[in-house]
């Protein structure tokens, strides 16, 4: 089983940058895709952003030119770059890996961007 932990929330000011983090532990050999999730106050959880195992990304049209998702094999970790942060960012951000057909999701980060 994979085990996903977020890190790097916290609160910006309208126009800064974060740099979210997710550490996969576990049996992450079979993971397909790593992926970022969003949930605003009363609202669905939405994708922002995906990474395939070969490197091939997919944003949400609300963060495409503004955030950057990565991963690094080595670290078993994957990154949501995110610049130019406006209040409706403001969310808890959820990290989520797809194995073997399931979806295992982190406990999420909180992200509040000041206006």
């Known amino acids: 089983q994979v085990q996903l932990v977020e890190s790097g929330g916290g609160l910006v000011q309208a126009g800064g940058s974060l740099r979210l983090s997710c550490v996969a532990s576990g049996s992450i050999f079979s993971i397909n895709t790593m992926a970022w999730y969003r949930q605003a106050p009363g609202k669905q959880r939405d994708l922002v952003a995906g990474i395939f195992r070969g490197g091939s990304t997919y944003y949400a049209d609300s963060v495409k030119g503004r955030f950057t998702i990565s991963r690094d094999n080595a670290k078993n970790t994957v990154y949501l770059q995110m610049n130019s942060l406006k209040p409706e960012d403001t969310a808890v951000y959820y990290c989520?890996?797809?194995?073997?057909?399931?979806?295992?999701w982190g406990q999420g980060t909180q992200v509040t961007v000041s206006s």
């Open positions: 989520k890996a797809t194995q073997d057909g399931s979806s295992i």
